[in-house]
């Protein structure tokens, strides 16, 4: 049973360290525990608050609005302009970190679109609203998850 335990671990401490050897390995670590990582709360809370008033947990337009409002825009937009901040040199991490961004964009657009709609009392300018998100979420996750 220990030699099942210390090979992996001899393993890892063998190869880990010649991954970071590779300029492009460094910079994903870099932008994923040092960048995203300070950030990704503002994400969470703005999406969680966001969960907290729709689908099941739906009661009222003006609690969705209240909310999008106060809560989940300025949240997200705090989230989307520190994202927008990080700088990277990797041609590969640009071009995955700029579809992330246009997604995040999108869905920042998406929920003023939403408050938008509530406010006009326009169930048109609602779906539309909801098509953005839909289309945010492939931006985001989709083209690397799917392909």
């Not at 994923?32 to 300070?38: G, H, Y």
């Not at 579809?99 to 406010?119: P, R, S, T």
Request: glycine share 2%; proline share 4%; charged share 25%.
């Amino acid at each position: 049973m220990k030699r099942l335990i210390w090979t992996p671990g001899l393993f890892l401490t063998s190869i880990l360290p010649s991954c970071y050897r590779d300029p492009v390995q460094k910079e994903i670590h870099f932008y994923l525990q040092d960048k995203l990582a300070f950030i990704s709360h503002l994400e969470e809370k703005a999406i969680a608050a966001f969960e907290h008033v729709t689908r099941d947990n739906y009661t009222t337009d003006q609690e969705l609005y209240n909310t999008l409002i106060y809560d989940i825009i300025p949240i997200y937009y705090e989230f989307l302009t520190k994202l927008e901040l990080i700088e990277l040199t990797s041609p590969e991490l640009k071009k995955i970190h700029e579809d992330c961004l246009n997604g995040v964009n999108l869905q920042y657009k998406a929920f003023i679109h939403m408050a938008a709609a509530l406010e006009d009392l326009d169930t048109g300018k609602m779906k539309e609203a909801n098509d953005m998100l839909i289309h945010a979420c492939q931006l985001i996750v989709c083209p690397y998850v799917y392909s």
